[in-house]
């Protein structure tokens, strides 16, 4: 009995290596079918009627061509991770393939263009253009050299001043960011309250202004400040009750009774977030806060997609923008609240990736 059940472990290891080995289909699956258009072609208005892959390519190529077998090939190993509904009909006769036809999941429908121009396809593109592709083949560098890490390797210089000199790529991850930050600061509003009663609030790594115009719609009496480099906040679109500052974290941030960041100390190592947070003390009243919505990695490690999704992205940042940036625990982010002077601090688990991180002085 004891050699049966080897051979069955054995062969269900051997499986699980060669869909781990082959794991890159997935991404680049997703990325064609993004390119491709093929989310909004089935979505249609909100119809979402199963196509077949004739009929999903004479929406996505009017002018006729592409090849119909291979697309069924990408639609049919992209519906076994849930991104597509597939739907056969068997018409009894065994002498030809079923005809498949293919509609949007939940999962699907995240990548379908919204009325704001919004989706995460942006997302998908920003993470697969050529120069962060060159990074991945090494990692392991990461871990030979923390000093720099893979894609300064790989490109000569770091991801930020890479994408500032190229706008094409600039604007592709301000648009992945907005696809991302829209939903997730719908959720914050909703079910966070830590807002209220604020006067001034300063959005640090501001951007374009997305977050700050956002809260604003439900806290119009806020004076918001989008602080970030003069650079980015330059090229910042007017917004009714907002002031863009230029500056830098690392020296000073504009005073205010509350501070708000998103997705800024997952990018920055533990010293350098101790440094940003200080200013953040320093810029708050007593009894101020700083309000940080960041990834936060759970304390064990197991197989669910939250758990899963937050270690890969752990891994993209020390892959992409530092060696030594990383997703944290809870207990992390607490202590580096207390190492930059903040005695309070609270969580609240509003979103299934980021987290509300709440540091009152």
Known sequence: MGEVQTAESSNKARLAIM???????????????????VPDAIWQGGANTPLSVV???SRVLPSGGGDPENLQRILRMLTSYGVFDEHLNCSGDDSHSPERKYSLTDIGKTLVTDAEGLSYASYVLQHHQDALMRAWPLVHEAV????SEPFVKANGEGAYSYYGKKP?????MQKAMSGVSVPFMRAILDGYDGL??????VDVGGSAGDCLRMILQKYPHVEGINFDLPEVVAKAPSIPGVTHVGGDMFESIPAA???????VLTTWTDDECKAIMENCYKALPVGGKLIACEPVLPKESDDSHRTRALLEGDIFVMTIYRAKGKHRTQDEFKQLGLSAGFPHFRAFYIDYFYTVLEFQK
């Not at 009774?257 to 997705?263: G, L, Q, R, V």
């Open 19 to 37: 869909e781990l080995a082959n794991m890159i289909s997935v991404p680049m699956s997703l990325n064609a079918i993004v390119r491709l258009n």
């Open 55 to 57: 009929q999903i390519l």
């Open 144 to 147: 030979l050299n923390p000093t």
């Open 168 to 172: 094409e790529m600039n604007g592709l």
């Open 196 to 201: 209220k009663g604020v006067k001034r609030l």
């Open 257 to 263: 009774d509350a501070i708000f960041m998103k997705w």
